[in-house]
């Protein structure tokens, strides 16, 4: 029986890491490691949810035995770890697909400490699926946040960058001007938030850098 229980978590360890993998190659917040740990984790919760206590237990009538109370805490508890993946930085959320992730990682998890190995597998390959189809989408059609620094000798020169930007096809989401005294004279220091294409992303940083008159970019994230 011993044998089932380790090949349940070793199958368990396997599928997650296959994710992990996958978010390791796009540089995500969580890699192999932390999925490989979730899913592992959560089968070994699963088996002992429903094989950890004794038959003796079990034949006594005054004690109340829910197979499943631990597992049900793994959904709870993977909320902490999927928390810790989130990043809210200058107007923009990010990690929410790796925390999703992680989350699908746990109900492999289980699945597998459940001993349902097809359908862990399936899943596995449909959240592999979905993350490659989501990755392909959104690098042809979908935008990249840029946040532009960059200094100017005068306010005149602004309105010519957002003009030029907007003809380039740029979207502006917001951005804040600051004065900065030197000994030299007084500059303008300008930080930008700016959406772009991701299959434009290249091509356009180029222009910021080669293109824009009177600006000195300081800074590109």
């Known amino acids: 029986m011993?044998?089932?229980f380790i090949l349940r978590i070793v199958v368990a360890a396997i599928l997650g890491g296959a994710i992990g993998l996958e978010r390791n190659y796009r540089a995500k917040e969580a890699g192999f490691r932390t999925h490989f740990l979730v899913?592992?984790?959560?089968?070994?919760?699963?088996v002992i949810?429903?094989?950890?206590?004794s038959a003796?237990?079990?034949s006594r009538q005054h004690i109340s035995f829910d197979p499943l109370r631990i597992a049900s805490q793994v959904v709870t508890g993977i909320g902490f770890i999927g928390a810790g993946t989130i990043i809210f930085q200058k107007h923009i959320v990010k990690g929410?697909?790796?925390a999703a992730g992680l989350w699908v990682t746990s109900a492999i998890g289980l699945a597998c400490g459940s001993g349902m190995y097809a359908i862990a597998a399936a899943?596995?390959?449909?959240?592999?699926l979905c993350l490659e189809i989501l990755s392909v989408v959104l690098e042809r059609f979908g935008t990249r946040n840029i946040s532009l620094t960059f200094i100017m000798r005068n306010k005149s020169d602004m309105g010519k960058t957002i003009k030029?930007?907007?003809?380039?096809?740029?979207?502006?989401?917001h951005y804040n001007i600051k004065e900065q005294r030197?000994?030299?004279g007084s500059t303008l220091k300008v930080t930008m938030e700016v959406k772009i294409k991701r299959s434009q992303y290249e091509e356009k940083v180029t222009r910021f850098l080669n293109e824009l008159d009177g600006v000195c970019i300081e800074n590109i994230e």
């Open 49 to 53: 949810s429903q094989h950890g206590v």
């Open 96 to 98: 929410l697909t790796t």
């Open 164 to 173: 030029r930007l907007k003809q380039d096809g740029t979207s502006i989401s």
């Open 56 to 58: 003796d237990m079990l």
């Open 39 to 46: 899913a592992l984790g959560s089968a070994l919760l699963m």
């Open 182 to 184: 030197t000994a030299e």
């Open 123 to 128: 899943a596995t390959a449909a959240v592999l």
């Open 2 to 4: 011993n044998g089932e």
